[in-house]
């Protein structure tokens, strides 16, 4: 009779995907800005102004433009055209985001209570930047999208800075192991303020999130 035995695969060895990446740059804001890029250029969604809408799945199965849990959550949220900011509350708070938040923690790159990046964790993001497999726009946000119109209406999704203190202060009362709501309460296991002024991320410290419009500059063309 033969014997299966399981090995523990370790954070080291685990390759990270997309949205996974996006949460270690940005949290649940990272991860929403990544998936909307990602539909918007392979055309499963459209961008209008402030809305977002799904485009119908002609394809089959092969050919649907979701390719990951989350990006079947934004279209799911969307099949007949609403406000990107309903889309993007819907999302970042959705089972999709939590799950990689879950697989993130058990992986030991983000702390359980408050979900800030490790060392192991930065240690990661440094790895996959350096890679460059990835678009520009998983580590920086919107800056980094080519298209200033469709960053312009995705960085827009973020909750103002000056209302992230207080969304984390409301959330610490009402759960102090589970304040993430809004992709705020995010940064390093070493500290750091999420109301920052700049609002960016930097490459050379990896983890310190963005909620805003990112730091990578992208060419703007509409």
Known sequence: ???????????????????????????PQRVLETALFALRDRGGVTVAGPRVRAVEDTGGPAGHPARHPVERAVLASCPRGRSLAVVAKTVRGGPEVTEIERGLAALGLITRARHRLTRAGRSRLKAAREEGTLPAYVFDGPGAHRDRRLRRAVAGTAVPAGLGRSLIRMGRAADPDHVHDYGYGYGSEDGGDPDSASGTHSSSQPGGFSCGSGGGGGGGSD
């Open 1 to 27: 009779m033969r014997t299966t035995i399981r090995r523990h695969v370790s954070a080291a060895e685990r390759r990270l995907d997309e949205y996974e990446v996006a949460y270690l740059a940005g949290g």
